[in-house]
């Protein structure tokens, strides 16, 4: 079974996202990497056949076996094409893009990525690549808890394959403050915040090691969830901001005003949505 798929577009953008599939197909038990791409009307052959032959000397390079699959879109949506042709694989991860900025799209709304998140039928993690030049060699990366005391094992399954790169990682978690917040209760919520990260911490010590690098939990109070992620994104010079999305959080409705749509415009690194099958 082939626990990495790659959903490729055939776009710059998918090439970038390309490099992050081999690594990250690299660090799977079969080191095997399929890629679905779905053939649409008018598409430039001889310059998808060059496209794809970069990327099969990268997955050479990282001793990645490579199993392209082209499907054609017929007169069905793209999302439920693909779907058709990603194995079932309860181990096993998608790996797709996002769009390039657009003025007035949002980043996630509307895209591919979205709909296979949304439907979860597979585990899917969607990357904005903001630096091409890193070439997913994530050494530093920083994992955006929820409050939820399943987000740890959640992400597990995507830690694991970026683990074997990392050199430290950060953990962070936002806690919101009540409007007329004291001393005593931002105490508490801090308190809070660090008894989360403190069993995140422990449950993740399984999926890194026996890897040894420094690990740095920090809690934050504020009432800008996406600001605030931003904002310690860019202060720990992270490569790579990990979060998670759950059907509530992903932006079916609004864009601009959803936290990771504003995330993903502000980030100043790249930035990995994951959804993990199953999860609500």
Known sequence: MVSTVF???GSTHGDWVGTYAVRLAAAAPDSALRVVHVEE???DAERFAAKLARLEESAAAAGVALE?????AGSGEVAAVLEEAIPDDPAGIVVTGLRARETGRGLL????SERLMSSARHSVLALRVVSPGLLGQVEHLLFALSQNPRSAARAALFLRRFAPGLRRLSLLTVMEPPRAQTAAEVNTLHALGREHLRRSQAELRTVYAPRAFPVDPHVAISKDWASEIVRQAARVKAQLLLIGATERS?????VFGNPLERVLEDAPCDVAIFHRKGAP
């Open 250 to 254: 992903l932006p079916s409705r609004l």
């Open 7 to 9: 959903a490729y577009n």
């Open 68 to 72: 392209v699959r082209r499907v054609a």
């Open 41 to 43: 009307h008018g598409e």
């Open 109 to 112: 709304r509307g895209t591919i």
